[in-house]
């Protein structure tokens, strides 16, 4: 089982950006896929982009791609989600991920742990 805590959320003007900590505790963080998922009010949860274990493959949305870069630092049980050019449409509640299954995978089926989300607000 794994723990996950987001942190770095916060109010950001349109254009600017913001870098997204998720902290893993245990010590299998290894064994898991990393993702970013999103929920704006009213609309259903959302990916945003995944890692592989090894942290060799990255797997974005399309609203994410060019924009927003994921990373792990496996000494450190970390995933960073780096964001540039924010829109408002960014605006949401960002949660960290995990998985057993492959990074590939996790745009496609509820992962296997949430963390509690982080708030991103973005202004115009």
């Known amino acids: 089982q794994v723990q996950l805590v987001e942190s770095g959320g916060g109010l950001v003007q349109a254009g600017g950006s913001l870098r997204l900590s998720c902290a893993a505790s245990?010590?299998?963080?290894?064994?898991?896929?990393m993702g970013w998922f999103r929920q704006a009010p009213g609309k259903e949860r959302e990916f945003v982009g995944a890692?592989?274990?090894?942290?060799?493959?990255?797997y974005y949305a399309d609203s994410a791609k060019g924009r927003f870069t994921i990373s792990r630092d496996s000494a450190k049980n970390t995933v960073i989600l780096e964001m540039n050019s924010l829109k408002p449409e960014d605006t949401a509640v960002y949660y960290c991920?995990?998985?057993?299954?492959?990074?590939?995978?996790?745009?496609?089926?509820?992962?296997?742990?949430w963390g509690q989300g982080t708030q991103v607000t973005v202004s115009s």
């Open positions: 991920a995990a998985d057993l299954g492959p990074a590939q995978a996790m745009g496609k089926m509820a992962p296997d742990y």
């Open positions: 245990g010590r299998t963080f290894r064994s898991y896929a």
């Open positions: 890692i592989s274990r090894s942290g060799y493959n990255t």
